[in-house]
């Protein structure tokens, strides 16, 4: 086969690595990439959110699947605009992605299908918004705008004056743009949170273990909230007994509201969860794979991803064996441009990276690099996220920033503490998480 992988991050290096690796896969093509996807892939100079660009290549160079990255894309209507050209795709049309692109669909949904998650209220105006938040009293809640906003467009506030400034930013600034022309605000959740990903035909579910991110950019979950400083997989926050839940009572519940909805689910549908004392509730679904979540689950699938996504743009999932994975721990650090996730220089030349992948177990998926006279400089926020096996989820952390340490460029800085969460599990010092029954 020939695949077409769309986006440049570390989630499209991630999945271009695996795909490369299947005996199904002749050539894989990524559109734009970056410099680590031109060494393990094939890079063609066109963006992500050139839709009818990328349907031109996949036909001339007659792609057998294509498979989307990044969420802007999708909410744009590429599986739509591919299929309507008889193109196999793998990820959700524009109805189905808007599961993500609009938050105010997804949280009526899960009321609708009684789907676990926070209570909710939603606004199309600011005054109706601020007038509520007045009403309330000291309420703590979060705001969120409606539409897709990088990862950004959630405020979690401690008291009404923070919550009504959110109001004010999102919808009347509109710092955001058009997706903070609706709002919702939720009731605030306490608890860990966690990622499970799943890759669904819209009929059959399969779920990847579980992982974790650390949103905030610095140690200890302080500071502004980024892309992602870091993921490690699997998490002893919960059992199988708990993943299990999650499947019957979010994942199952979820597609067969979009069955009902007349927006059938095909992709990997990605749940944001916290883990609360009432139980697992939904903060947010994603409908691709999370960046950097996707680059540890790659290092430990073992299955052969091309077979798996393959079979669900057939509508066959059920029919695939059951997906294997190395019982060893993945951790990824994100290394990052000074500045971020503010603004930050690009163009620096990054050295040591040959030393780095020498190291056993170790691989540095790249995420906003290019090359430049024959040097790899930095061209993006998160630059790398360094990515390691081990026997435990310390020994993963050793190795990835035994690797971290060779890697040098002007500005260059990362969370020192990815996986550091799992500790109190691993140690016994915190319970393993269950739902109440
Ligand atoms: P979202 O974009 O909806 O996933 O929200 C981004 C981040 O805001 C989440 O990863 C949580 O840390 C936080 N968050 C979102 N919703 C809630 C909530 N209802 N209660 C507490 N924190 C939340
Ligand atoms: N890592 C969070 C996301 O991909 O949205």
Redesign the pocket.
């Known amino acids: 086969m020939k695949i077409l992988v769309v986006g440049s991050g570390g989630r499209e290096h991630a999945l271009a690595w695996k795909l490369k690796q299947s005996p199904l896969v002749r050539q894989v093509f990524v559109a734009p990439g970056n410099a680590g996807t031109a060494k393990d892939a094939t890079n063609v100079p066109i963006a992500a959110e050139d839709i009818p660009g990328l349907v031109r290549f996949a036909r001339q160079e007659k792609i057998d699947l294509t498979v989307v990255g990044p969420e802007a894309p999708l909410a744009a209507g590429i599986v739509d605009a591919f299929q309507a050209e008889g193109l196999r795709i793998f990820g959700p049309s524009r109805l189905a992605a808007e599961l993500e692109s609009s ?1 105010v669909f997804c949280k009526h949904l899960l009321r609708k299908f009684k789907v676990p ?2 209570e ?1 209220w939603t606004f199309d105006q600011a005054e109706d918004a601020l007038r509520f938040l007045e009403n309330r009293g000291d309420m ?3 705001v ?1 705008a409606d539409g897709l ?1 990088a ?6 506030c401690d008291n009404i004056e923070q919550a009504m400034h959110a109001v004010r930013q999102i919808a009347i600034d509109k710092i955001f743009g058009q997706a903070g022309n609706r709002l919702v605000i ?5 608890g860990p ?1 966690l990622s499970v990903l799943a890759i669904t035909d819209g009929k059959t579910i399969v779920t990847l273990q579980p992982a974790q ?1 650390h ?1 905030p950019a610095y140690d200890g979950d302080q500071g502004p ?1 980024t892309g992602g400083m870091g993921a490690y997989s699997p998490t002893p926050l919960i059992d199988d007994a708990t993943l299990h839940w999650i499947e019957e009572h979010i994942l199952v519940p979820t597609v067969h509201a979009m069955n009902r909805e007349g927006r059938p689910f095909l992709g990997v549908l990605y749940a ?1 969860l ?1 883990l609360t004392i009432q139980g697992p ?1 939904v ?2 679904f ?1 409908v691709r794979f999370g960046d950097p979540e996707c680059q540890p689950l790659m290092m430990r699938l073992r299955s052969d991803l091309a077979e798996i996504l393959l079979a669900a743009t057939e509508r066959r999932l059920e029919a695939i064996e059951a997906v294997e994975w190395d019982p060893q721990a993945a951790v990824c650090v994100v290394m990052a441009s000074r500045g971020y996730p503010g603004s930050y220089e690009k163009g620096h030349p990054i050295r040591g990276l040959e030393e780095a992948e020498q190291l056993p177990g170790v691989k540095v998926f790249h995420a906003g690099t290019a090359s430049k006279d024959g040097q790899i400089v930095t061209a993006g926020g998160r630059v790398l996220g360094v990515t390691a096996l081990g026997e435990t989820i310390p020994q993963a952390k050793l190795h990835a920033y035994q690797a971290v340490k060779l890697i040098r460029w002007e500005g260059a800085w990362c969370r020192k503490d990815i996986s550091d969460k799992a500790l109190p599990y691993l140690t016994g010092a915190a319970p393993v998480y269950r739902p109440p029954t």
Do not use: I, Y
Request: charged share 35%.
């Open positions: 938050k998650t926070a909710f703590p809640v979060v969120k906003a990862g950004k467009g959630a405020f979690v939720e009731e605030r959740l306490h949170e991110d949103k909230n944001g916290m509730r903060l947010e994603n």
